[in-house]
């Protein structure tokens, strides 16, 4: 239950100013015009063309899971009718970095890891929210560009790790409505940033997170939908992430499921992977029993998620709003659940990590419809800008709009992408202090991102070194920091289960390495060059 108050007329008092302004501009504009004689006869008035503008601009709705990886998100009966199944599927989408924040800093700026430069969750290695503000992304995020472009923008749910570091009420730039989560990833006794206040909720029942989050952004679909000026809102609920707690409706949902047994799973024979898992023991009778437990929690904490999803769509619907909002679903990263001897975890380049769920419905996006190109979370922010008339928002991806019809392209489309994640920042004494004064030290290690929630399988094989890696549509190349390498001919060997490295083609290596290469320190349309080169 909610046990401290928040102003809810904060909205009212807004829509009301707004309301005068638009009146006194009105009026100012009748007198203009009405002095001008038969001038806009024929072209009609520039209010009414603003208006025009604003109603033929689609709404947009960003759904971001956690930890989410694509076969789980297949058992999701309510997201898979209402946007799969009347929408389309990208069947080869990817994040570049499969770990919260850096994925997470990506979406919100389209840039790779290397541009943005948070390449961790947490501070003191480089990443994390307070790295996020110190690169200047809050003010250059694409919230900011809609917002300014006369988006009315709504941000609700998890936002990246680390927030909000010493101050609960900050409200980053770029969201006319702000719902926070802080405490990480609590699902119970946590508290939200509500417009700037601090909002705490209990261990009722109905004070599981995913209903709040659920409350908030339909409440605001509701009352943004009617207006003319169209609207963005960013909902991120932490399901599946760990602690992974089911509501109690939804207890014993999944209780005979299993995880995937793909030939990838407790893999036997990983001599040619790279340490530490080429060392990993089998997985145990009793682990394995573990990694089913806790694919069972996640599936079930999902299913308030799928809720969310169809309240969300039939609040659209009532309010004549469907058929003009393009609603995107997807995830920061994958998650392992046993393939490759690896028990639990993600941040690797192995497809069950960077793999994720991507669905699509909107105007003109046809139902039931698949899509094989290579998608990466550094298309969001150009796609957003898109749909919403924003030119010239910087990004290394590119739009999705070309995907979303029936028709192909007419431009040729990306043949690789880039995954990587970057040596860890070696911060010297004097910064590891500075971020224990400013509240940054509180994270420990990955802040339990992995293995240290409740429930959760040891990861079975971390240590792993940082990577480069290039993904075509046939073929991943990785370098390790370590010297590593690993080479997966994805067509002949979809599960990654023989590493080809030291056999391939010489000619074959080199090509890959050269892409690789360019990818590395690529930016902007730099990016698009060296994805697209054949």
Request: proline share 5%.
């Amino acid at each position: 239950m909610v046990t401290s108050s928040v102003d809810r007329s904060f909205g009212t008092r807004r829509r009301v100013l707004f309301g005068i302004l638009v009146g006194l501009a009105v009026f100012l504009l009748f007198v203009v015009v009405g002095c001008s004689g038969s001038e806009t006869s024929t072209s009609g008035t520039f209010q009414e063309e603003e208006t025009k503008s604003s109603a033929d601009r689609p709404n947009i709705i960003f759904v971001l899971t956690d930890d989410l990886d694509y076969a789980s998100a297949q058992q999701m009966s309510q997201i898979g009718s209402l946007l799969a199944g009347e929408g389309l599927s990208f069947e080869q989408a990817f994040v570049s970095h499969p770990v919260c924040c850096p994925s997470r800093a990506t979406i919100l700026t389209g840039l790779y890891d290397h541009n943005h430069n948070v390449i961790s969750n947490n501070y003191a290695t480089g990443g994390g929210f307070e790295k996020f503000v110190d690169e200047g992304h809050e003010e250059n995020s694409v919230a900011v560009g809609l917002q300014e472009g006369g988006y009315r923008t709504g941000f609700f749910g998890k936002y990246l790790n680390g927030y909000p570091s010493d101050d609960p009420t900050h409200v980053p730039s770029g969201w006319d409505e702000w719902y926070g989560k802080l405490d990480g990833q609590k699902l119970y006794d946590y508290r939200i940033n509500e417009n700037g206040e601090e909002v705490s909720y209990g261990s009722e029942e109905e004070d599981i997170f995913t209903d709040v989050l659920s409350g908030q952004a339909t409440d605001f679909v509701n009352r943004a939908a009617p207006e003319d000026q169209p609207f963005f809102a960013y909902v991120a609920p932490t399901a599946p992430h760990g602690p992974a707690t089911p509501a109690e409706r939804h207890k014993g949902a999944f209780a005979e499921e299993e995880a995937p047994r793909p030939p990838s799973y407790d893999e036997e024979d990983v001599s040619d992977k790279p340490s530490p898992i080429s060392s990993a023991e089998r997985i145990s009778e009793e682990e394995s029993s573990n990694v089913d437990d806790y694919y069972r929690q996640r599936l079930e904490s999902m299913l308030a998620v799928d809720e969310m999803v169809a309240s969300l769509v039939e609040e659209l619907e009532a309010a004549g709003e469907l058929d003009n909002t393009y609603i995107f679903f997807t995830s920061d990263n994958g998650w392992f659940n046993g393939e490759h001897r690896i028990r639990s975890g993600k941040n690797r380049t192995y497809e069950e990590s960077a793999r994720v769920p991507l669905f699509v419905k909107g105007p003109g996006v046809p139902a039931g419809s698949q899509v094989e190109k290579l998608t990466l979370n550094t298309d969001f922010a150009p796609t957003f800008a898109e749909l919403a008339g924003v030119e010239g928002f910087p990004a290394d991806g590119r739009s999705l709009v070309p995907l979303l019809g029936d028709e192909e392209p007419s431009s040729s489309w990306r043949s690789s992408v880039l995954l990587e994640k970057l040596p860890q920042e070696d911060t010297s004494a004097e910064e590891k202090g500075k971020g224990k004064a400013k509240g940054k030290g509180k994270a420990k290690g990955k802040g339990n991102e992995e293995a240290g929630a409740a429930g959760v399988p040891k990861a079975g094989a971390g240590g792993e070194s940082a990577f480069e890696a290039v993904r075509t549509e046939t073929h991943k190349y990785v370098e390790y920091e370590n010297g590593e390498r690993e080479l997966y001919d994805l067509q002949a060997d979809p599960y990654e289960l023989e590493s080809i490295h030291e056999s391939a083609d010489p000619a074959l290596l080199e090509d890959l390495k050269t892409k690789l290469e360019a990818l590395k320190s690529c930016s902007e349309e730099g990016c698009r060059e060296a994805e697209d080169a054949p």
